[in-house]
């Protein structure tokens, strides 16, 4: 059960102890046993858990799983879904969100993943990244198409707040353009409006001035 959770060695070891202590037992004879027992758990409920998934997905997902490791045309499929978002801008939102559009394409729909939790299908999404497609291939079918499908789900929800974080990031702008040019607008008032007032005190003394006759004021 605890597999579903976590694939890493230490978070199991420590389950491991922590289920023997709860129950009152001793560690096994053996620097290495628990680890041993550990390895092996997790190997036999993997081997359940990659079956599970990937017998939920229909023969044309699979083939479209299959493509996205297809490197005959040079690059492959998954290393440009992999490639980390560039600057923000509104040529790169763009682009994301041509990125998600494919990446939403390529997901299979339909997947029951519990009792599987999201922080596993990261650490699978981060499997497929470390690895290039070639080695990918070489995977069991089950496991590859599982540890596929979880990166294309984790990695949409990655695009997906990057899209988000970069039109923040182009709004704020936009707002500190406006502040500027608001300021740039009121400092520019602000000199009229004095002109304006040494204008009017001109115009007061004049008219306010007896010396000065009525047919003169003009």
């Given amino acids: 059960a605890r597999v579903d959770h976590t694939g890493n060695s230490a978070a199991l070891i420590d389950a491991a102890e922590e289920w023997l202590l709860r129950h009152d037992l001793l560690r096994p004879l053996g620097e290495t046993t628990i680890e041993r027992l550990v390895y092996a758990a997790r190997a036999a409920a993997e081997e359940k858990i990659f079956p599970r998934i990937a017998g939920q997905m229909a023969q044309a997902d699979r083939d479209a799983l299959d493509g996205i490791c297809d490197t005959e045309g040079g690059d492959s499929v998954l290393s ?14 763009k682009t994301e969100c041509q990125r998600l559009q494919v990446l ?14 999201a922080n596993r299908l990261r650490q699978w999404a981060a499997i497929v990244r470390r690895l290039d497609a070639r ?21 949409s929800e990655e695009i997906t707040d990057a899209i988000v974080e970069m039109l923040d990031t182009l709004v704020g702008r936009v707002f500190a353009r406006t502040d500027n040019d608001l300021k740039a607008s009121r400092a520019s008032q602000f000199q009229l409006q004095e002109e304006s007032v040494r204008t009017f005190r001109v115009l007061a003394k004049v008219l306010l001035d007896p010396a000065i006759p009525s047919e003169k004021v003009r």
């Fill in 135 to 155: 080695a990918l291939r070489r995977y069991p079918p089950a496991k590859r198409y599982t540890l596929l499908a979880a990166f294309l789900r984790v990695r």
């Fill in 80 to 93: 440009r879904l992999s490639a980390p978002p560039r600057v923000p801008s509104a040529d790169s939102i």
């Fill in 104 to 117: 939403r394409a390529l997901t299979p729909g339909h997947i029951e993943w519990e009792p599987v939790t």
